[in-house]
């Protein structure tokens, strides 16, 4: 007897099934009907040529002569360069093989294929005329979606490398000190040529003095000078039959030809070289060969940990909601003297003036501050920009630290400080001094009375003779107003978050997009390419806001369609609620359960 009847075990099937696959076939012919749909609703595409095709086409048109043969039409080729640079492509090459392969930029280039060679030229020649009016229209655009306010502006700057051989330099110095060389041995020559001869004329005697002031035009003159002489004394040793007297003459005009070979292979190029050097160098320090518009600049990317110079733009920028408001480039390789030019140019444009500017000390400078306050009727822009030493300042061993003025006692009725050791600085006189950017400065000396046999001289000052103290009271009141600015609760939170808006950009471009480097070459070009670099930045930001709200709307579609669905599930079986084993209590709660 078993408790389970016994069964005959099954057997397996020994039939194999075959494997199954979609179909497949790539040498089939495939139509598509419309590319677009092959792109997501919220891909970077769209908003490209969305935000392109919002500028009116006669701005662009108006850039076109007209005649010859059909263009490129330029919202296309804007188009693609956008969405080139938005997926890290900044050659034309690589713009080129992407309209070939990338289904989002083919859709936008309406499948045209422009060459490497027309998307270079449209980007270097025809964009030159339309970065600014394009990217003031895009601003506008972004105001008007309410993307930015343009009410508070981070300004920053950061320093990204030209397209330059980092070993062709020319110095300013060093040319400065060839040219102060050159016109030395000038004038040896111009002795030596007085020397040889006594001309006859007084205007021709000046030329050829050693104390006349070295000119092109006087160098000519002197060339010219010899040259004719030197003719003279060829037509004359033609002429001449005796031997012994041609020889002396051929000497003779050997001695004339050696300068005038020096003045016109030597000295004349290389006074036009440093000509040209000068007017390239303007107020800079260096410029590169191979780019000329760049400035030679220290860099914190220091792989090398040589402190090597390289030839960088300074680019200035002012962002909001970490989208780039406006920008310039700059040749300066410190941020204390782009701030005035860079708003500037931002007032010239069409685009709001910003209420508030927030920038760090590196632009706290006294002419910044007293630009940003303007006339006392209207002044410009708040301003939250420290000074130098506002942090040092805060310190403990600052306040405590003798030899700074500002921890003296100052008498007010007698206009004189008081030192740490009980003895009068008495007003000396008046200063003025001018800063590299031409703009004058105010000084009130004061002097101690007395500094002999002072136990303290030695922490309070290292001059010799009595401690004098420079007092810059229009510095020191713009500093005064701008500490008290960054005191205020209120606006300190607002320069807090400077670091969060300005220097994450930074870090999308140079970080993220690894755009460390210039494709271009000149000022012009640059200030292209950075504006380029910029309209697409701006244009992932709005394509990154508008993504993220539609998944949030996604979610909260979901959450609400879900409880929906709960409601509709208990109310379906109510029967069980109206059930006489039911409590009443219970019915209620289910009910109450349902419709939260």
Known sequence: MTLFPETEEKKLSKRQLAPTFKPYDNRQIQVILDIEALIPEHHVARVVDEMVEAVPDEQLFSHYKGGGRSSFHPKMMLKIILFGYSQKVYSCRGIEHLIKENIPAMWLAAMQQPDFRTIN???????????????????????????????????????????????????????????????????????????LTQLEAGAEE???????????????????EIEEKV?????????????????????????????????????????????????????????????????????????????????????????ENQFILFYTIHQRPTDTRCLIPHLEKLAATSLPMPKTVIADAGY???????????????????????????????????????????????????????????????????????NPSGYEQSFKIYECE??????LKEKCTKAKGNRQVHWNTVFEEMKAKAKTALECEEKAAIYAQRKVEVESVFGHIKGNRSFRRFSLRGLDKVHV????????????????????????????????GEKRLVFLHLFHFRDLSDSPFVSRKNRESTFSSAIS
Not at 545 to 556: A, G, H, P, V
């Open 206 to 224: 000046k030329e050829t003095e050693p104390n006349a002031e070295i000119t092109e035009q006087n160098l000519e003159a002197v060339a010219k």
């Open 450 to 455: 007395d500094c002999t046999d002072c136990p």
């Open 529 to 560: 390419e950075f504006g380029i670099v910029a309209l697409a930045h701006n244009i992932l930001k709005v394509a990154g806001i508008r993504q993220l709200l539609s998944e949030k709307n996604r979610k909260n579609t979901k959450t609400s």
């Open 364 to 434: 706290g400078s006294e002419e910044n501050y007293v630009y940003a306050i303007g006339d006392e009727k209207e002044p410009r822009f708040d301003f939250l920009i420290p000074y130098g030493s506002y942090v040092q300042e805060q310190t403990r061993k600052y306040k405590k630290d003798i030899k700074h003025a500002k921890n003296w006692t100052y008498c007010e009725q007698d206009d004189c400080f008081i030192c740490p050791n009980g003895r009068k600085v008495l007003f000396k006189k008046y200063q003025t001094k001018k």
């Open 231 to 319: 003719e003279t004394l060829t037509e004359e040793i033609e002429k001449e039959t005796d031997p012994k007297i041609r020889k002396e003459k051929r000497q003779e005009r050997s001695k004339w030809k050696k300068p005038l070979k020096l003045i016109r292979e030597n000295f004349l190029p290389r006074l036009a070289t440093y000509k040209e050097q000068n007017e390239i160098f303007g107020d800079r320090n260096s410029y590169s060969k191979t780019d000329k518009d760049a400035t030679f600049m220290r860099m914190k990317e220091d792989h090398m940990k040589n402190g090597q110079l390289k030839p960088r733009y300074n680019v200035q920028m002012g962002t």
């Open 121 to 195: 030229e449209f980007r270097g020649e025809r964009m030159k005329a339309l970065m600014d009016e394009l990217f003031e229209a895009m601003i506008l655009k972004l105001i008007e979606e309410k993307y930015i306010t343009m009410e508070n502006y981070f300004l920053d700057g950061t320093k990204i490398e030209a397209n330059a051989n980092k070993y062709s330099f020319v110095w300013k110095h060093s040319t400065e000190k060839f040219e102060a060389k050159l016109k030395e041995k000038i004038q040896e020559t111009l002795q030596h040529i007085h020397e």
